[in-house]
């Protein structure tokens, strides 16, 4: 654990769950695991407080309770799932496209929530959407459940392990959760009665009026499902990211037909294909042409010749595994991952130190060791120029040097001094530097916030102020009047504030797809090993 991953997840732990989680959180992620009474001490923090913290931190699944050899319990910080809190919009944009409306409201009610049964998301969720409905429509339980049973399939979410108790005996201990689960059960959706729709929020004169003639109604049979929490499966969010990122390396490489062909494949294996695999399963050619999109008028000729180029380019993303059933080919994903930050290296390169370096960068990659000369040569660059690229990429370890003596006295006259670009190293460093970068991009965000504090609460009053007379009918006259309470200049700040946000938070979804490029080639390195 870095101190730039340190420093991101605190401000992470803060903007979502405030200063005394964030406390509790920081003190685990920077010490490991500890007992509750050290926890208190150390963070001087009253206990009740921290065992509240605690709980909110393990309903969220960013800490984990175990039991101590001497037989106390310790509580351990998940610092990979505090890190995944920065990508919570893009899960929950990804459910939006995916799923409509509705899987977009459940991904958030989990993320929200951490943990929650099937009625209570199919409540919640029916809920709010009949407060968005028109014409005093409402939202039927039976669809919101059909749309989570389609989320489980898929496996976008999942059943949360199983707690069982250690010792019956010992009613003070907590329970310690089993880690074990049957992979069919983690996704399977129990049989529950969903009878009924979502309500609306009644005004105090509605529930006069409608406690008068109040019919009893059928609402979600709870007992059912009791003991079955579920929460997001961010292991395969990430499997979804990391297709759309090939596919839209094929399409950009090569054409639309191509990346459709290689989106039909990942989309055969999704659910049967490990997220550390190395390569999807096998697929026939006749496989994948049944499989095709029925909008794509292609033949089946045509899709040969298309999967024999995907398999002959320089780039792997698909290769062959047999001749069978006309041909079985397979995503090659290690590959195509490290493809992808292979690219966001050399894209760093460029925007940092020109085009120039960025082509001495590429020509290490593909040559692995050179000599000075050998560089200036086939990089067609002078000499001076030459040398100082490689310098200034050497000097913040983007290259490093190798000594091969000739001599066992290691004298420089005898000695071969060959450049090369080491990716795995070199990824490791840039991804420190972005977690750096989003961390300076949240506390910029939270000092623009903090010095218009005053202003933005005014804004909020007066917009409070008109939705209320809105909701009472009031004259045009009148809400021009309150808005009036904001003079042109304070108008003008909060656009400027507002762009400036909008910037910073932009800012930070960009960083945060280079982070999930260089964390997938990670993980997919220390998977190889």
């Known amino acids: 654990m870095t101190q730039a991953e340190a420093q991101l997840i605190s401000l992470l732990l803060q903007e979502h769950f405030g200063e005394i989680v964030s406390r509790v959180g920081t003190f685990l992620i920077r010490t490991g695991s500890q007992p509750l009474r050290v926890i208190a001490k150390e963070t001087d923090t009253p206990l009740d407080q921290v065992k509240k913290a605690l709980c909110v931190l393990i309903q969220h699944n960013l800490v984990i309770y175990q039991m101590h050899k001497r037989g106390f319990v310790e509580y351990v910080a998940q610092c990979e799932s505090c890190l995944r809190m920065l990508r919570s919009p ?57 749309t989570f049973t389609q989320l489980a399939d898929t496996h976008f979410v999942q059943r949360c392990p199983v707690v069982e108790e250690k010792d019956g005996t010992e009613g003070r201990r907590p329970p310690i959760p089993s880690l074990v689960t049957n992979e069919k059960e983690m996704f399977s959706v129990p049989r529950v009665l969903l009878v009924g729709r979502g309500k609306r929020r009644r005004s105090s004169d509605e529930d006069e009026g409608a406690g008068q003639s109040k019919r009893p109604k059928k609402d979600l049979d709870t007992s059912q499902d009791d003991g079955i929490y579920w929460q997001i499966n961010t292991e395969r969010f990430h499997q979804h990211f990391r297709d759309q990122a090939i596919i839209s390396a094929v399409s950009n490489k090569m054409d639309q037909t191509s990346s459709e062909i290689v989106r039909t494949m990942l989309r055969m294996s999704e659910v049967t294909t490990s997220s550390n695999a190395a390569h999807t399963q096998p697929l026939s050619s006749n496989e994948i042409f049944r499989s095709f999109p029925q909008g794509y008028n292609i033949s089946k000729q045509v899709l040969d010749q298309y999967l024999t180029l995907l398999a002959d380019d320089p780039l792997e993303f698909v290769g062959r595994s047999g001749d069978s059933g006309g041909g079985m080919f397979v995503i090659n994903l290690h590959k195509a991952v490290a493809t992808l930050a292979t690219a966001n290296l050399e894209s760093i390169v460029q925007e940092r130190f020109g085009s120039r370096c960025a082509r001495i960068f590429r020509l290490l990659l593909r040559k692995r060791h050179l000599e000075q000369k050998q560089v200036e040569d086939f990089a067609m660059i002078p000499a001076k120029e030459a040398k100082d690229m490689l310098y200034k990429m050497l000097s913040v370890n983007l290259i490093s040097l190798q000594e091969i003596p000739k001599t066992p006295d290691h004298a ?38 903090k ?11 007066i917009e409070a102020i008109i939705a209320s007379m809105q909701a009472t009918g009031a004259e045009e006259a009148q809400l021009q009047e309150i808005e009036e309470m904001i003079t042109a200049p304070e108008r003008q700040q909060l656009e400027s504030l507002k762009r400036n946000v909008n910037k910073l938070d932009a800012s930070e979804i960009q960083v945060d797809d280079t982070i999930f490029i260089l964390e997938s080639y990670i993980n997919s390195t220390k998977t190889r090993v």
């Not at 795995?424 to 623009?448: D, F, G, W």
């Open 90 to 146: 893009r899960y929950i944009y990804t459910a939006k496209t995916l799923y409509g409306d509705t899987g977009e409201l459940i991904v958030e009610e989990l993320l929200l929530n951490g943990k929650m049964t099937l009625t209570a998301v199919v409540k919640k969720v029916a809920d709010r959407l009949t407060e968005a409905m028109e014409d005093g429509k409402s939202m039927e339980y039976s669809e919101v459940s059909a």
């Open 451 to 461: 010095e218009n504090k005053r202003l933005l609460e005014k804004s909020q009053r």
């Open 412 to 449: 420089p006259s005898r000695t071969f001094y060959l450049y090369t670009v080491k990716p795995l190293p070199t990824a490791r460093m840039l991804l420190h530097r972005c977690y750096k970068t989003v961390a300076n991009l949240i506390v910029r965000r939270q000092s623009e916030t």
